[in-house]
């Protein structure tokens, strides 16, 4: 184990200086933040929290250890921006789908450059130097990821927890199917329904499905995901390819493996 | 071996008897599939359920189950108490009280018992449940289409009564207070052969009996086959979620939100999860898909019985089910009937 505090005994003189950053996001992730409203004041009594611009309007400061980044790369601007903290941050935490997998931003990212005109006569200057949209992962390097669309709170306190005291808990890129197992809920495949959990990072327990729902891929492609074998599964189950192939698109647009198989 | 019988109409009162004083878990209906849930009225208990999702392993081996509650600022225990409920857990299936036996072997009769699984098995009654193979079902292969031992009751259904096998003094003595078990007649006699004949034809012959299986997977463990076979693994961990005697697990502590205490949490883990073989350094011993999936075939049929002398696998059929890719023990089978037929030319 290794981190930056002694767990139990930080102090204001200790504390990691930590910094929140949104991109191009809908801000849900830092919002699941607040929504930790009865953990609140116990996480911020962890960190020394030096710049967020949803909580105070301070500037962001010069020095600090962790960088926490919400939000896909759009911009040149933003490109920089993430450049920039990871020079700086000794941690960057990557958040939620939009930075973790370019997520809902991501989609836009096949034939972008036709895109600004089909939306504006005249792109405002205000959107910045747009970009084809990308993961912070594949702009710099990234230490920690909190992945799911939304974020969860728990979740993302326990990835903070890791940095902040270091940890011994494996990070799985198991595929999901197994945490329905353990759930104990029915397959959808079963009812010839199309779900991403086969090929999708497990992690968050499979809420969707509990719920009813099936996964729609929000913690992105497992780098041991098996596409071929996927998609044949499909097939075994009457769930046309076609609905799989596009269904990957709203959160897995700009992921490398599905790139390399066109 | 102690045998009564119960008419079909006593079973009620049985399960009553048993949630006087246990938590009772038991096969129910689950959105057009069968779980082992906890039973609130006798009627809920689905008696000719096929197979569940998930076997009774999670009461005896919880999926995620605190060890013990530590403070970090002492650096100390703070609590070693595992949660125990007296249960009953009523209509299991031959297969998975074979299971058990297994999780006991590993568990409980070792050198070193698991103190958190002792205390859940024994405070564990398990009454079993007879049935008819589905054709995912291969536990015959196995012998474990019987069960011998492990349970408390084995209910044999014979028409409209059971004939019962008393296990324990303690669930004799709940059978006796609350039920009127009689003695077998001569008939009921010849109904218990009948239908344990009519089980044992039942199952799909379809499903290879290769009882040299262990010694042939020694011979055949580099054959092009097994990349074949694990070459469609989806990582998903679905199979070793479901199957009753897969036992492994990791263990990982977990803060509070304040930083200050904490759980050490055990947890499932999986041979088949990408992660599972590797070690500090960065280094997976078995990086690939295929090599998780050999590796799990092997525990299953042949590792375990070297040191156990029985299949790992029962033939409960559930990862048959549960395998997106239709990988399970069955495709192992048939590789080497058509090992044997190649050579054979």
Not at chain 2, 208 to 213: E, F
Request: contains cysteine; aromatic residues 8%; proline residues 5%.
């Amino acid at each position: 184990m290794s981190g930056y505090a002694t767990p139990g005994f930080t102090d204001k003189l200790t504390a990691p200086r930590v910094v929140v950053v949104g991109l191009a996001s809908c801000f849900g992730c830092q919002l699941q933040i607040t929504n930790g409203e009865e953990h609140l004041l116990d996480v911020l009594g962890q960190i020394d929290l030096s710049y967020w611009q949803l909580a105070s309007s301070d500037p962001m400061p010069d020095e600090f250890d962790v960088a926490i980044v919400e939000g896909a790369v759009t911009t040149e601007e933003s490109e920089a921006t993430v450049r920039a903290l990871r020079e700086r941050a000794d941690v960057l935490i990557a958040i939620g789908a939009c930075a973790t997998t370019a997520g809902i931003p991501g989609m836009a990212a096949d034939h972008f450059l036709e895109r600004p005109s089909h939306v504006y006569d005249r792109v405002p200057t205000a959107c910045g130097d747009m970009i084809a949209p990308r993961s912070v992962g594949s702009v710099v390097d990234v230490d920690y990821e909190v992945r799911s669309c939304p974020v969860d709170t728990v979740d993302f306190i326990d990835v903070l927890q890791r940095v902040l005291y270091g940890s011994n808990k494996t990070v799985s890129m198991r595929t999901m199917c197994g945490d329905c197992k353990r759930n104990e809920t029915a397959c959808f495949f079963g009812k010839g329904r199309l779900c991403l959990g086969l090929v999708t990072t497990a992690g968050c327990g499979a809420k969707c499905v509990k719920l009813g729902r099936p996964c729609n891929g929000c913690r992105g492609l497992s780098p041991d995901a098996n596409l071929p074998s996927a998609r044949e599964a499909c097939e075994r189950y009457g769930v046309p390819v076609a609905d799989f192939d596009q269904a990957l698109e709203m959160f897995n647009r700009t992921d490398f493996a599905l790139a390399a198989e066109q | 071996m102690l045998y009564r019988v119960i008419d079909s109409e006593e079973l009620p009162s049985l399960v009553s008897a048993f949630m006087k004083d246990y938590e009772v878990v038991a096969p129910v209906k689950r959105d057009g599939s069968y779980v082992f849930d906890v039973i609130g009225s006798p009627d809920e208990i689905e008696l000719s359920y096929e197979t569940t999702i998930s076997s009774p392993k999670k009461y005896l081996l919880p999926p995620d189950e605190t060890l013990l509650a530590f403070d970090a600022r002492a650096n100390g225990v703070t609590d070693f108490a595992a949660q125990i409920t007296p249960r009953v857990i009523f209509g299991a299936h031959a297969c998975d009280i074979n299971a058990i036996n297994r999780l006991d072997l590993v568990f409980r009769d070792g050198r070193y018992p698991d103190p958190y699984y002792t205390a859940r098995r024994d405070a564990t009654l398990v009454v079993g449940l007879s049935c008819m193979p589905q054709s995912t079902c291969f536990c015959h292969l196995w012998d474990a289409d019987e069960a011998r031992f492990g349970y408390d009751l084995f209910l044999q259904d014979i028409g409209d009564k059971y004939l019962v096998s008393i296990g324990s003094v303690e669930a004799a003595n709940i059978l006796e207070a609350s039920c009127k078990p009689r003695e077998a007649t001569d008939e009921e006699r010849i109904a218990f052969r009948h239908v344990t004949r009519t089980r044992q034809q039942s199952f799909d012959h379809a499903i290879p009996d290769i009882q040299d299986v262990a010694m042939l997977m020694d011979a055949f463990h580099d054959d092009p086959f097994w990349e074949e076979l694990g070459g469609g693994c989806l990582s998903c961990t679905a199979c070793s979620a479901v199957c009753p005697t897969c036992f492994c697990f990791d263990i990982r502590d977990t803060f509070d939100p304040d930083g200050k205490t904490g759980r050490r949490e055990r947890i499932w883990d999986a041979c088949t999860s990408p992660q599972f073989a590797l070690v500090a350094g960065g280094h997976n011993f078995r990086p690939t898909a295929a090599r998780r999936v050999r590796h799990r075939m092997y525990h299953k049929l042949n590792g375990f019985l070297a040191n156990h002398d029985r299949m790992l696998c029962v033939g409960c059929g559930r990862c048959v089910k549960a395998c997106k890719a239709g990988i399970n023990p069955i495709e192992v089978l048939k590789f080497f009937v058509r090992k044997g037929a190649e050579d054979a030319q």
